[in-house]
Nanobody, 124 residues
Framework: QVQLVESGGGLVQAGGSLRLSCAAS????????MGWFRQAPGKEREFVAA????????YYGDSAKGRFTIARDNAKKTVYLYLNRLEPGDTAVYYC?????????????????WGQGTQVTVSS
């Protein structure tokens, strides 16, 4: 089994920054792609960022490009999401997820394990 535990969410003013962490436990981490999604009330789950296991290539959703950065530390089995220049529209629950595939990482159905989520609230 795999467990994913997110942390680092909170309340921040617009323009501020946060670092989200997702710690994985269980079977191997280094050969899994990891992704971050978010979901705001009344909205569908939205792809934010992902990082491939084969070459650490990052991928970003449109809302994240230029502001967010994804990184992983295989030794710590942790993936990070650095949120910069936050806007009120970034308010959502942020989820990390694991995929055994290195493709289709923008699609939630390609992920087989999910964390419980961490709330990010950006005030104006």
């Amino acid at each position: 089994q795999v467990q994913l535990v997110e942390s680092g969410g909170g309340l921040v003013q617009a323009g501020g920054s946060l670092r989200l962490s997702c710690a994985a436990s269980g079977r191997t981490f280094s050969s899994d792609a990891m992704g971050w999604f978010r979901q705001a009330p009344g909205k569908e789950r939205e792809f934010v960022a992902a990082i491939r296991w084969s070459d650490d290539s990052p991928y970003y959703g449109d809302s994240a490009k230029g502001r967010f950065t994804i990184a992983r530390d295989n030794a710590k089995k942790t993936v990070y999401l650095y949120l910069n220049r936050l806007e009120p529209g970034d308010t959502a629950v942020y989820y990390c997820a694991k995929s055994s595939s290195d493709s289709g990482l923008t699609r939630p159905y390609n992920y087989d394990y999910w964390g419980q989520g961490t709330q990010v609230t950006v005030s104006s």
